[in-house]
């Protein structure tokens, strides 16, 4: 009995409209978890920096240490809605350098992960856009993945979506949903951004789920918005517009594992032939 109650949980994603002010971005945020617990939910997700405008000229104004007040908000957040908290992702000052990092918090308010975006957006689209996230941040040197009693979970954030291997390594550790705080732009996001998530689950047969910023045309970087969840099929199970909202996904896990029988690609691996392997472990 027990078993089947741990089957499915009700997953939130909570894409906010992401201001200039600090502490606006931190109580709506906080409101807005309170109202997706109050749904059920058991694990939240928030956007990639969501307590700062994104932009290699906000970094550093916005950055904190961790713990500071951005995660003391996140772990006061996760406590009194009793949920996970995957706080998207705040500019992170360590040892005088700044990384786009995502802080995890379990229900009981403490900090269960803490991961740095490894994979720096530095692209240059001509006539389109240019953005060099190495001007300011450092990369981070760890894979991340977090044990609820539902099911194991993979951190990416934005950029590192687009590295197949790395959804590849948390699938082989035994993750079951891929979480990945994102900003695409108007450019980027139109193009790849659900077909980036579609081909992430349906290669590794779980659940995706990713949470953008609102969208603000007055920005100086616009962001695409369109929160999605995928199911391991392949299927766009929940999406929202553009607006600032909350959209709910009810992840199966026996459903995962019907379709994981049904197409038994893990078995049918030719690891005679090739292999995707980690050489760290993950940090959780």
């Known amino acids: 009995r027990l078993s089947l109650i741990k089957s499915k949980f009700r997953l939130a994603v909570v894409q906010l409209q992401v201001t200039s002010v600090k ?6 945020a906080r409101r807005l978890v309170q109202q997706a617990a109050g749904q059920g939910s058991k694990v939240v997700l928030l956007p990639e920096c969501f307590n700062s405008p994104y932009g290699t000229s906000f970094f550093s104004d916005y950055a904190e240490k961790i713990p500071g007040e951005s995660t003391q908000m996140l772990s006061e957040a996760a406590k009194e809605s009793q949920v996970y ?16 990092t995502c802080a995890v918090f379990g229900p009981g308010g403490e900090m269960i992960l803490k991961h740095r975006k490894i994979h720096l957006f ?8 240019c953005f060099q996230e190495s001007e300011t941040l450092s990369p981070g040197n760890s894979l991340s993945t977090f044990d609820t009693p539902f099911c194991k979970v993979g951190v990416g954030i934005c950029y590192d ?27 980027t996001g139109p193009a790849h951004w659900e077909l980036l998530q579609r081909g992430r689950a349906v290669d590794n047969q779980v659940y995706v789920a990713t949470a953008s910023p609102a969208r603000d045309e007055a920005a100086s970087y616009v962001a695409w918005g369109h929160s999605t ?23 199966d ?32």
């Open 229 to 251: 969840v995928v199911n391991p099929w392949g299927e766009v199970i929940s999406k929202a517009g553009a607006e600032e909202t909350v959209i709910y996904a009810d992840i």
């Open 23 to 28: 502490a606006d971005n931190l109580s709506r």
């Open 85 to 100: 908290l995957v706080g998207g992702s705040i500019p992170e000052e360590d040892g005088g350098k700044l990384y786009n």
């Open 161 to 187: 979506m687009r590295f197949a291997e790395l959804a590849q390594v948390y699938s082989r550790e035994g993750c079951q949903l891929l979480v990945y705080p994102g900003a695409f732009n108007m450019t």
């Open 253 to 284: 896990l026996q459903y995962l594992s019907d379709i994981r029988r049904q197409i038994p690609i893990t078995a049918q691996r030719r690891d005679d032939l090739y292999s995707v392997t980690s050489v760290q472990e993950a940090s959780g």
């Open 122 to 129: 530095d692209i240059n689209v001509p006539g389109k856009i």
